[in-house]
């Protein structure tokens, strides 16, 4: 089984940066494309980045390119999100997610989430 646990989130000033971290358990976390994805209040869940197995790959969402940055460390089983230049329109819920599909870019790809760590940014 897939146990995924985020952390680093937070309450910071718009303009400010915050790294997230997903670290999965087991063995085979070089085997799983990774993702991020957010849910705001009231909204659906949106996708916000993923990455391929080796890291050689990644995707972003249009409102988050040249802002945030997502890496893994396949030593480590554990994925990052780089957040940058925050906007109060970034606050939510962020979970990380991990689909046997080498990337995924819809929710639909991921079949293992992890519960999620909130992010406020203030203005």
């Known amino acids: 089984q897939v146990q995924l646990i985020e952390s680093g989130g937070g309450l910071v000033q718009a303009g400010g940066s915050l790294r997230l971290s997903c670290a999965q358990s087991g063995r085979t976390f070089r085997s799983y494309g990774m993702g991020w994805f957010r849910q705001a209040p009231g909204k659906e869940r949106e996708f916000v980045a993923a990455i391929n197995w080796s890291g050689s790959r990644t995707y972003y969402a249009d409102s988050v390119k040249g802002r945030f940055t997502i890496s893994r460390d396949n030593a480590k089983n554990t994925v990052y999100l780089q957040m940058n230049s925050l906007k109060p329109e970034d606050t939510a819920v962020y979970h990380c997610?991990?689909?046997?599909?080498?990337?995924?870019?819809?929710?639909?790809?991921?079949?293992?989430w992890g519960q999620g760590t909130q992010v406020t940014v203030s203005s």
């Open positions: 997610a991990a689909t046997i599909k080498n990337y995924g870019l819809e929710y639909v790809d991921y079949a293992y």
